[in-house]
């Protein structure tokens, strides 16, 4: 099993940047299908991006050409880049991973996007 830490979360304004990171614990990461998801209040988690262990990504479309993932192996790390962030981005963001769906899941850190 492998223990996800997120961190990078926060408070950024409409068109803003953040980044959010991924760190995570076990010699098995490499093997790991990652991803990052989203839960808003009120609604189901989402999946905002997944990367394979082989480096290919795929995008859910509210986030396509504004989110890049991209993971470390080497580092057993994956982040968030996210770009022309949106108030509806909004939401607690949570690193997700395993060898053929998200079994390990970290805590989660919040993102606000607001004036």
């Known amino acids: 099993q492998v223990q996800l830490v997120e961190s990078g979360g926060g408070l950024v304004q409409p068109g803003g940047s953040l980044r959010l990171s991924c760190a995570a614990s076990g010699s098995i990461f490499s093997l790991y299908l990652m991803g990052w998801y989203r839960q808003a209040p009120g609604k189901q988690r989402e999946l905002v991006a997944a990367?394979?262990?082989?480096?290919?990504?795929n995008y859910a479309d509210f986030v396509k050409g504004r989110f890049t993932i991209s993971r470390d192996n080497a580092k057993n790390t994956v982040d968030l880049q996210m770009n022309s962030l949106k108030p509806e981005d909004a939401a607690v963001y949570y690193c997700?991973?395993?060898?053929?769906?998200?079994?390990?899941w970290g805590q989660g850190t919040q993102v606000i996007v607001s004036s």
């Open positions: 990367v394979t262990s082989g480096g290919n990504t």
């Open positions: 997700g991973g395993g060898l053929r769906y998200a079994t390990s």
